[in-house]
């Protein structure tokens, strides 16, 4: 892909399901829901559904122009690539789960397997018949993970080269209250995704729900750490402005993170931060304001690039200082029931 045409897909793509002369209004009613233009939390936790929506509508396009097919924080060794960094935190989340051949998961927004479902909440992200957060590759009969960000995709151009397109489609459905029957899934995963939920235990709970006995859920959760002080105005600020630019309604703590795991019935073997440095792709303020000064771009562009100016300055902010995680990971685990035991683990 070229330079050029990227920017025109940038330009076509922003705004997602909505008509372009409905991002800038989207853009301020999203603004509104957040601390830093007035907004509450309490609000944002009702209003979940509505807050995600807007969100991705408004930066899917941004996200695809610069992270390309699969786009998540990973922490890197010296003279490693983002790609690079990106797969091997892919792989080391498949490996957790021990994935084999012909197993079928599940994750938080959406479910992935051999056959593979995307389960997402944004029409938009249905109508592009994307998948989020992991699609599976088999490589010499192993199931090998590649996944993608909250509420981000596998285009389906990507999934037809792969030469998955019968194993793959896309579902509309809440985290929260997946439409899928109990004790079905081998093993669940999340990668920075849960972040998006109005809180921990409920969407921990539905994959518990979802999950077999005795199997297992590898989470890389966004979280403050220890370090973050609730009574300091700095701190205050940061965590609003992560929240602003990623589509937040809170960001939960290291211990809640792991406590909501424990509530919602999880077994927590292993539980530790991962990473705390954030890398940011590139500034395009000089190319937003272009595309949408000759209306290449919808009005509202600008307002949609601005959201996630905010995300960089508190990521690296939340970084640098500690406060912050995009990679805390917890491994938890589904007791087997007392009767499934008798019955020798059969379900």
Request: with cysteine.
């Amino acid at each position: 892909m070229t330079k050029s045409s990227g920017a025109l897909d940038l330009a076509r793509s922003t705004g997602g399901s909505l008509s372009k002369d409905q991002v800038k209004s989207a853009v301020d009613q999203y603004v509104k829901y957040h601390d830093l233009h007035g907004g509450e939390q309490e609000s944002r936790k009702s209003n979940y559904a509505d807050l995600a929506n807007k969100y991705y509508d408004l930066v899917t396009g941004f996200y695809e122009y610069g992270w390309g097919d699969s786009f998540h924080f990973a922490g890197g060794y010296p003279g490693e690539t983002s790609r690079e960094a990106i797969k091997r935190h892919q792989h080391f989340m498949a490996l957790q789960l021990g994935l084999k051949k012909g197993m079928k998961l599940i994750t938080t927004l959406q479910t992935v397997s051999t056959s593979i479902t995307g389960l997402t909440n944004n029409d938009y992200h249905v109508s592009r018949g994307k998948v989020c957060i992991l699609a599976f590759f088999l490589e010499h009969k192993n199931c090998i993970a590649y996944g993608y960000a909250p509420f981000n995709f596998w285009l389906q151009e990507h999934i037809f080269s792969a030469g998955l397109s019968e194993q793959c489609c896309s579902l509309k459905g809440d985290f929260m209250n997946m439409p899928i029957a109990d004790n079905t899934f081998d093993a669940a995963y999340a990668i920075q995704a849960t972040c998006y939920a109005p809180e921990a235990q409920g969407v921990y709970s539905e994959v518990y729900r979802v999950l077999k006995p005795g199997q297992y859920f590898a989470l890389d959760e966004w979280c403050l750490t220890d370090l973050f002080d609730p009574n300091n105005a700095k701190h205050l600020t940061t965590k609003a402005e992560i929240e602003l630019g990623d589509g937040l309604p809170d960001i939960r703590t290291t211990r809640q993170c792991v406590q909501a795991m424990k509530d919602a019935g999880f077994e927590v073997p292993h539980a530790y931060i991962m990473n705390h440095k954030c890398y940011i792709h590139g500034n395009w303020t000089d190319l937003v304001n272009t595309l949408e000064f000759l209306r290449i771009a919808p009005a509202g562009s600008v307002g949609a690039y601005n959201v996630l100016t905010s995300a960089s300055d508190g990521l690296l902010k939340g970084g640098r200082e500690g406060i912050f995680t995009a990679s805390f990971f917890v491994l938890g685990r589904k007791p087997l029931k007392e009767t499934e035991i008798v019955n020798g683990g059969n379900l």
